[in-house]
């Protein structure tokens, strides 16, 4: 396997990855157990494939990105739109 990203595979393995999701948790299992043993087997698999070093890089930069993004309940308010009369 290349290690260089092709973004069409991985754009496959995300629709992927939500289609299971999506079975299991029509299937009964919590979303907070799937996505524990997704991100248990992702991160288990990242490090086997970059090491721990590279991985802690990547996961803290990922947190990084995160935390620059604006909460959740806002953004669902934008989504929403404006509420009532002015």
């Known amino acids: 396997m290349s290690q260089t990203l092709d973004t069409t595979e991985a754009e496959q393995a995300a629709t992927e ?5 999506d079975r299991l948790h029509a ?3 919590p979303h907070a157990a799937i996505l524990a043993g997704f991100h248990a087997e ?3 698999a990242m490090t086997a494939a970059y090491g721990p ?3 802690i890089e990547r996961m803290v930069s990922a947190a990084d990105r995160l ?3 604006p909460a959740l309940d806002f953004v669902a308010a934008v989504v929403r739109g404006p ?3 002015a």
């Open 17 to 21: 990855l939500r289609a299971l999701r």
């Open 27 to 29: 299937e009964g299992m």
């Open 42 to 44: 992702i991160i288990a």
């Open 53 to 55: 070093e590279a991985t």
């Open 67 to 69: 935390e620059a993004l």
């Open 83 to 85: 509420a009532g009369r």
